[in-house]
Structures are given as C-alpha cells and as structure tokens.
C-alpha cells in the first residue's frame, strides 16, 4: 500500500524567498506523484504531477518537484515566494494505471508568506 | 467548459439521518472520484465511479455508497450520519484518456449535529 508523509505541517516564508515543501512516499511500485494546493474554501488544484517521465517536473505558479527515488522524497520548491502562495499544500501518490484517480494524500502543509 | 460543480455548498443534519450530496462532472470526463477532508487533514479516498460501475473503495464502511449516472454526474449518499462524518466532501473528475489528473470540485460542508 502506498502513502505519504508531508514534513512540517505549518511553514512561514518572506515573499521572495525559498519556498521548500517536503514529501516522501512510500509505495511497493512505481509511484505516481502529484502536489496539489488548496486555497480557503475551495477544491484541490493540480500543481505538478510525476508520472515516470522526467523526474524534474515542473508545475504551475513557478512550482516544481524532483523525484528521487534513493530518497522516497518528491519535494515541492519555488524560487521565490509570492503573497499569492499563501495556501495549503498536499502531496499525494497513487500506484500507477491501475490506481489513477485513488489518491493517497499527506496531511497537508499549511504555508504563510509574509511581507 | 463548465468545471466540477457540486451541492449543496453546506449542509447541517443531525446523527443518524441520512444525507445526499451531489457532483456533476466536468464536459467528457467519466470517472468520478469521491474524497472526504476532514478538518486540518489531508482527503481520504472513498470511492470512485467509472461508467456507472464502482470503481475501486477506500476504507469507508458501506453506509456510505454512490451512484453515476448516464451523463456521468455522480450521487454520494452516507446513512446513520455519525459526528465524525462532519468534513469536507469532495467530488474529482477526470478524462478517460488522462484519469491521472483529476479535476476537483469546491466540496461540500457537511456537519452534523
């Protein structure tokens, strides 16, 4: 069965700066992999996915993640952060064709941006 | 092109009543996904309807079932409500060539009393 396990559940960056959010996986096949973000009151937005292509994957909004296998880790950064980041993010993996749309979410990670 | 739309937006209902909350998929998608966000959690996976047929369950007891209907719209009904039934429902849908990205809806609030 697979999982995820996001580090940190609240993380406060200035505006411009780094925006590290971390994930690592745990699954008995390939994993799929996906961030999503989730501003007050609304659904889930796709972010960036890792489907056994590239394992730089760049996303939407300046994000991107790199999957590393040795590490079970798919990280979430952006350069720089802006006000409009503010929101809460989730990593999620699924096991492949047979498991798509059967997401396995993390915990989420809330993120401040301050000026 | 119209998104996921769902409703109620927010409803109240008492233990042990029954509830149904409703999704109507984005144009040409036909695999629903149902989710359940508990507060300050991530989704937890309920189940997921592809051409009218369950698709595949997550841990849910069988209270909670679903129906897809012809234009792929999707019922989920939850019976004997229980307090910790109280979260935020999420309707996701995708395209039958791409089910790895999947489009979500606003959700529904629902607490029970």
């Known amino acids: 069965a697979q999982s995820v396990t996001q580090l940190g559940s609240h993380v406060s960056v200035s505006e411009g700066a780094l925006v590290l959010l971390r994930c690592n996986y745990s699954?008995?096949?390939?994993?799929?992999l996906f961030w999503y973000v989730q501003y007050p009151n609304q659904g889930l937005q796709l972010l960036l996915k890792?489907?056994?292509?590239?394992?730089l994957v760049k996303g939407i909004n300046g994000f991107e993640a790199e999957f590393k296998k040795s590490e079970t880790s798919f990280h979430l950064t952006k350069p720089s952060a802006h006000m409009s980041d503010a929101a809460e993010y989730f990593c999620?993996?699924?096991?492949?064709?047979?498991?798509?749309?059967?997401?396995?979410f993390g915990a989420g990670t809330q993120v401040v941006v301050t000026p | 092109e119209t998104g996921v739309t769902q409703s109620p937006t927010h409803l109240i209902k008492t233990r042990g009543q029954q509830v149904t909350l409703r999704c109507s998929s984005q144009?040409?998608?036909?695999?629903v996904s149902w989710y359940q966000q508990a507060l300050g959690q991530g989704p937890q996976f309920i189940f997921q309807?592809?051409?009218?047929?369950?698709?595949g369950r997550g841990n849910f007891p069988p209270r909670f079932s679903g129906l897809q209907f012809p234009n792929y719209s999707s019922e989920l009904n939850v019976n004997a409500l229980e307090l910790d039934d109280s979260a935020l429902y999420l309707c996701?849908?995708?395209?039958?060539?791409?089910?790895?990205?999947?489009?979500f809806g606003p959700g529904t609030r629902l607490t029970v009393l």
């Open positions: 309807y592809y051409r009218e047929e369950e698709n």
């Open positions: 699954s008995s096949v390939p994993p799929y």
């Open positions: 999620a993996v699924s096991d492949g064709r047979d498991s798509w749309g059967k997401l396995q």
């Open positions: 996701a849908s995708s395209l039958p060539q791409s089910t790895d990205t999947q489009y």
């Open positions: 144009s040409g998608h036909n695999t």
């Open positions: 890792y489907t056994s292509a590239a394992t």
